[in-house]
C-alpha cells in the first residue's frame, strides 16, 4: 500500500504506530490536507476547551469531496454527540445522528471489512447503545453499510464527491477493538490484504462481488493477487465459470513459468493434453496463444522436451501447423538430403517467428550460414 499519514484527532492515542501505519496527534484541523492523508476524529476529552469549528468541518468537508479521507467515531454520548452536531459537519453531508439506547443484535453485513475468524459463526453483534445515522434517502446508493441496527446503518462507509467517509457510531473503546489497518486499506482500495487472509476463496469472492458497487475494480484486484500467488491448478479447482475464465484470459508467461518450469517433459505433456481437452475453445483463445508459446520456448530455447514428446504433441494439435519447423532442433545434418530438409525448415522458422518474435532473428540466421557449406 502507498505511504499514508494517519492524523489523529481526539481520544485516539492508542492507536499510534498501529500496525506499522504512521499516526500523528493533532489538536485541531490543518489547513491543508493532502489525499494521502487520512483523519481520524473523535471528541476531545475536553470538549467545552477544543470545540470542532464550523471553519474546521468545512475543511475536512472540502477534502473530503476533493479525494480525500477521514473517520467519525462517534459515541453513544449526548455530549458526544453535540460535539459534531454544533460544528454542523453531519449537516453537509445531509445525515441526522440518534441515539439509541436499548439491548440489541446489530447485524454485520456480507462485506469485506467483515471478513474475520468468527465471521461465519455469528454476524450479529450485541450493544446497549450506539448511534445511527439516518441519511438521505437520495443518497442511499453512496453507501456501503457494515453493520446496522433498526434497518438504519451504525458503521459505514460513505462515499461523497471523490472521497470518502466513514461514520462510527458504537464509540471510541470499540473503534478500538477494529482491525484499523484493514479499514484504512479498503479506503484506499488496497484489496489484496483481504483475498490472501481468505486464501482466495472464490465463494466468498463472489458474496463480496455481488454487494459491492465496484465491481469491477474489485475482481480486476483479486484475479491480479490470485495470478500473482496462487498456481495453474489452482484455477482449474475454480468452480465459478465467470471467474475461472477472467483467471485463465489473464494468465501470462510468468505464470505459466512459476506453474510449469518445475515439470518433467512428461508431466508437462500430460498437463498440455489436459489443457486441450478442456479449454480449446475459441472463449480461452488468448490463454491457448500463450500457452504455445510458453511450449515452443521449452522446445527452442531451453531444449527440454525430447524428439519423441515433440511428435506426440504436434501430432495431438497442441502445437499450430508451423511448429513443425521446430524439429530443426532435434536435427543434425549428417548428408545432403538431410541439410536440405534442415534449411528448409529453418526457412520456415525464420519466417514463422517475424511473427512470433520468440527467437532472435540473428542467432537462426547464423545457423543458416554455418550449415550452407557443410558437405
Not at 519466417?351 to 550452407?372: G, H, P, V
Request: aromatic share 14%; with cysteine.
Amino acid at each position: 500500500m502507498k505511504q499514508i499519514k494517519i492524523l489523529l484527532f481526539g481520544q485516539l492515542e492508542e492507536l499510534n504506530n498501529m500496525n506499522n501505519l504512521k499516526c500523528e496527534s493533532i489538536d485541531s484541523i490543518p489547513d491543508h490536507l493532502d489525499n494521502n492523508t487520512v483523519l481520524i476524529i473523535t471528541s476531545p476529552k475536553e470538549i467545552k476547551k477544543n470545540k470542532l469549528e464550523f471553519e474546521q468541518a468545512r475543511i475536512i468537508f472540502d477534502f473530503i469531496l476533493g479525494g480525500g479521507k477521514a473517520i467519525f467515531v462517534v459515541s453513544p454520548i449526548e455530549e458526544d454527540l453535540n460535539y459534531f452536531i454544533d460544528s454542523k459537519i453531519f449537516t453537509f453531508f445531509e445525515i441526522e445522528p440518534e441515539i439509541i439506547t436499548k439491548r440489541v443484535l446489530l447485524h454485520k453485513t456480507n462485506h469485506i471489512i467483515n471478513i474475520d475468524k468468527d465471521y461465519f459463526q455469528s454476524n450479529k453483534k450485541p450493544a446497549n447503545r450506539y448511534v445511527h445515522f439516518l441519511t438521505n434517502y437520495k443518497k442511499f446508493d453512496s453507501e456501503e453499510i457494515l453493520i446496522e441496527g433498526e434497518f438504519e446503518p451504525v458503521y459505514y462507509i460513505y462515499h461523497e464527491g471523490k472521497g470518502a467517509v466513514i461514520f462510527y457510531g458504537l464509540g471510541v473503546d470499540e473503534f478500538k477493538k477494529e482491525k484499523v489497518s484493514k479499514l484504512i486499506k479498503y479506503l484506499f482500495k488496497d484489496f489484496s490484504f483481504y483475498w490472501k487472509e481468505t486464501n482466495y476463496d472464490v465463494e466468498l469472492f463472489r458474496m463480496i462481488y455481488n454487494n459491492a458497487d465496484n465491481k469491477e475494480e474489485l475482481l480486476q484486484d483479486y484475479v491480479k493477487n490470485f495470478i500473482r500467488n496462487k498456481t495453474f491448478r489452482d484455477i482449474t479447482l475454480v468452480k465459478d465459470e465467470i471467474i475461472k475464465l477472467k483467471l485463465i484470459n489473464s494468465i501470462d508467461e510468468h505464470f505459466l513459468r512459476k506453474s510449469f518450469d518445475e515439470l518433467t517433459p512428461i508431466q508437462l505433456e500430460k498437463q498440455y493434453k489436459t489443457i486441450f481437452r478442456q479449454m480449446n475453445k475459441k472463449k480461452y483463445r488468448k490463454f491457448i496463444n500463450i500457452a504455445q508459446r510458453y511450449l515452443i520456448k521449452r522446445i527452442g530455447i531451453d531444449k527440454y522436451i525430447p524428439l519423441k514428446i515433440f511428435n506426440r504433441l504436434y501430432d495431438a494439435d497442441i502445437l499450430p501447423e508451423e511448429a513443425s519447423s521446430l524439429i530443426i532442433f532435434y536435427l543434425d545434418p549428417k548428408n545432403e538430403n538431410e541439410k536440405e530438409s534442415y534449411l528448409r525448415n529453418l526457412k520456415e522458422l525464420i519466417e514463422w517467428n517475424k511473427y512470433l518474435k520468440i527467437f532472435d532473428d540473428r542467432k537462426l540466421k547464423s545457423m543458416r550460414s554455418k550449415l550452407k557449406n557443410k558437405f
